[in-house]
């Protein structure tokens, strides 16, 4: 660790040390990275007496996988958010626009004297609030949270090293990213009491029944495009609300992940709709491609190999579209 990310980290658990009201929010459709952040500092300082609420601006209710990293109940409607809290973290944050519904909280509690603490691992970090601990090299938020709690002398209960867990194994995909330090932090938590078995069962392995039904038809309307992206290869498909009904919308989440398998394809792309006519596009790249150049050309984001666009219209528009940015 550096000295200005030293200095930023003692400036920040001293903000943390003395507040007694602390507003944390995850971004929006929080991933297990950005609820975990938020949970595990929020454990943190609840133990020490501080008044904690935990949010995020979508959805209304916190994605079924991650309910295990809450309960004793911190998460609360992001209407019960105050309009200018007396200290905010903003958790896994790129931007203040990742708030949603939540954005005007950070210019209301900076006009009203109030603090803002961005904890950050992302590449373009906009650096939005008053306060930043914001480390690029970090292979996930809950690294930066695992510290912070390490300078304020916190303990390391089973809950919060399962938040910490759930966010480090969602962040490093299962651990296929991961470096010497990912596992020794990894160690660490499992030593505290989280258990790898039950996070990756909450996290990762339980679906609904109905899940099998939607990936089978899903699944069986992909499309191998094996001239686009340089003769590289796309593989692609769709899930309609349709595919989706009696289901949750983080029930399509895992779609890319059995597509991104396919050899013979460099880029994955799967389209989800989110209401009827408007698609959420997830792209993923093996290794040499850089999705995140396409995402941006289509008003989206995100990193080289994992990235992602908003569009309109039918599936058939969406499929057109997506083959023609690949062409
Ligand atoms: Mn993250």
């Known amino acids: 660790m550096g000295t200005d990310l030293a200095a930023d980290l003692a400036a920040a658990a001293d903000l943390l040390r003395t507040a007694t009201d602390v507003t944390l929010l995850a971004h929006v459709s929080p991933d297990a990275d950005a609820l975990g952040s938020a949970l595990a500092l929020g454990l943190a300082l609840h133990a020490r007496g501080a008044v904690v609420r935990v949010s995020f601006g ?14 004793i109940g911190l998460v609360v409607p992001a209407p ?38 961005v904890v950050d691992h992302h590449v373009a970090n906009t650096r939005f609030g008053t306060d930043h601990l914001i480390d690029e090299t970090a292979p996930a938020t809950v690294v930066l949270v695992l510290a912070l709690l390490d300078e304020l002398g916190a303990e390391l209960t089973p809950q919060i090293a399962k938040c910490l867990y759930a966010g480090l194994i969602g962040d490093t995909g299962s651990f296929r990213r991961a470096t010497p330090d990912t596992h020794a932090t990894a160690g660490r938590l499992i030593a505290a009491g989280a258990d790898p078995t039950e996070v990756a069962r909450q996290l990762m392995d339980s679906h609904p029944f109905g899940w099998l039904r939607m990936v089978s038809s899903v699944l069986a309307r992909a499309q191998l495009v094996p001239d686009a992206v340089d003769g590289r290869g796309l593989v692609l498909t769709v899930v309609s609300l349709t595919d989706l009904a009696g289901l949750e919308p983080e ?16 880029v994955a792309a799967v389209a989800k709709e989110i209401t009827p006519g408007h698609w959420s596009v997830s792209l993923r790249a093996v290794g040499s491609a850089d999705v995140r150049a396409v ?30 940015a690949f062409a």
């Open 58 to 71: 979508f959805p209304t209710e916190v994605p079924r996988s991650l309910r295990g990293l809450d309960p």
């Open 80 to 117: 019960a958010v105050p309009a200018a809290p007396s200290l905010l973290v903003a958790l896994d944050c790129a931007s203040e626009q990742r708030l949603g519904q939540l954005v005007d909280r950070v210019p209301a509690t900076i006009a009203a004297g109030g603090r803002v603490l």
């Open 251 to 266: 029930d399509a989440d895992s779609v890319v992940d059995l597509v991104r398998t396919v050899e013979g394809a460099e």
């Open 295 to 324: 995402a941006a050309s289509l008003g989206g984001g995100g990193h080289r190999l994992a990235a992602g666009f908003p569009a309109r219209g039918s599936a058939e528009d969406v499929l057109v579209l997506i083959k023609n």
